[in-house]
């Protein structure tokens, strides 16, 4: 079995080989006209880019829609039932508008300090891996790429795990969180030092690495699942399945920052990811830093997901699916695909959610399995379309 990267057809299509590889990457133009390039072809490649664009533009404006609803569908769902324009009007009224008796004061509190919280992690945890995935995807050239590749969401466990088995308390409440950050970003820089080969990172050797402390780091989480107590191993389930259940608006301000600022950041490296898709020896050649681009993806990457599992647990597959279902549906240019995955996997997340809190209530199901059952067939569904997975494995 070999990992060989750049392979998946999503990523390079319409990506041609040879000196003509750099007029399909934005910002990597070539001159109208001339020879070998005559203008009758690059008029048809402009429509088409223009083409992509607009379908592009289209699917943010659904996808901006589509979350929008979904919030609003989310938060009035329930035991208390809120109806929409009763969410509207709580709002409004919060906001400090005009005020109206349409809501009872329960539907106010229940939307207000229990669901809407809630529903705002799901968004920022969702929108961080969902773009974090992304990136991690296009700096490897690798469809298998997402959080958990770089070892922060196994690293974060750990970090968690020990808090809780340890019963350490230096920061209160927050201790958990604390440590599960520092040990999602310290599992980072790890595989990353432990990948680097004559001052450069190798992409395979860091896939390998990935995997390998990820086993590593999960031993550790398993061991301290065999000797916590019966306290201890409820609060490490929730860590290993993931959830938003315990938000309040005090964690939705801890993470909404960090997921912002590392989300901003990696929408600025849209550029040279559409150039690392032609490789490193192209990049280099139109003036990308290949390594410095690799490490300021990778850190962001870390320091988001890090973020999210450090308040809603390990929650898999959304860094992995999402990317392949925006690329099928915009392209694979990173300035489309970015904003688009935020999007897309802010939605899921709230969906997945929701699905959590209703399925089997009373009960709540772990917000990590809902996207297992659903992640999962989605990613056979497109590892099977077109080959996929013969193209990745072969």
């Known amino acids: 079995m070999s ?56 699917f943010l404006l659904c996808a901006s829609a589509g979350l929008l609803c979904t919030m609003i569908w989310s938060v009035g769902v ?26 009872t004061a329960q539907q106010d509190a229940v939307l207000w300090s229990i669901r809407l919280p809630r529903v705002l992690l799901g968004v920022f945890v969702g929108m961080g891996l969902a773009v974090s995935g992304a990136s991690l995807q296009g700096i490897f050239r690798n469809p298998l790429a997402d959080p958990a590749l770089i070892g922060v969401s196994a690293g974060a466990a750990v970090g968690a795990v020990t808090a809780i088995v340890a ?43 990935g995997v390998a402390v990820n086993a590593m780091l999960m031993g550790v989480v398993g061991f301290s699942t065999f000797i916590a107590d019966d306290a201890e191993l409820r609060e490490i389930t929730f860590w290993s399945l993931g959830s938003v259940g315990i938000a309040t608006w ?12 590392g989300v901003l950041a990696l929408l600025r490296q849209s550029y040279a990811l559409n150039v690392l898709s032609l ?24 320091l988001v997901t890090g973020a999210t599992v450090s308040v809603a647990g390990i929650i898999g ?31 899921l997340v709230v969906l997945a959610d929701l699905s959590a809190r209703t399925v089997a209530s009373p009960r709540e199901i772990p917000l990590g399995v809902v996207t297992v059952f659903v992640g999962g067939p989605c990613f056979l569904w497109l590892l099977r379309r077109g080959n996929t997975g013969r193209r990745v494995w072969s």
Not at 319 to 328: A, E, N, S
Request: hydrophobic share 40%.
């Open 3 to 58: 990992l060989r990267t750049g392979e998946h057809p999503n990523f390079h299509e319409g990506v041609d080989s040879g000196s003509s590889r750099s007029q399909r990457v934005s910002g990597v133009g070539a001159s109208a006209g001339g020879e070998g390039n005559p203008a009758p072809h690059l008029g048809t490649e402009t429509l088409s880019r223009r083409q992509r664009r607009r379908r592009g533009a289209f």
């Open 78 to 103: 329930g035991a208390v039932k809120i109806s929409p324009s009763e969410v509207l009007d709580i709002l409004v009224a919060r906001a400090g508008f005009a005020e109206n008796d349409s809501y």
């Open 167 to 209: 019963d350490m308390n230096f920061a209160g409440i927050h201790t958990v969180a604390i440590l599960a950050f520092l040990g999602g970003t310290g599992a980072t820089f790890l595989v990353y030092a432990l990948s680097r080969q004559e001052g450069r990172t190798d992409v395979v050797i860091f896939v390998l690495t």
């Open 250 to 261: 005090e964690s939705v301000r801890v993470v909404a920052p960090l997921v912002t600022l």
């Open 279 to 302: 490789g490193d020896e192209e990049s280099r050649a139109v003036g990308v830093h290949t390594e410095r681009t690799r490490m300021r993806v990778i850190l962001c990457a870390a």
């Open 317 to 347: 597959f959304i860094g992995l699916v999402v990317p392949h279902f925006v690329r099928l549906a915009t392209g694979p240019d990173h300035r489309i695909l970015l904003p688009a995955s935020a999007l897309l996997g802010a939605a």
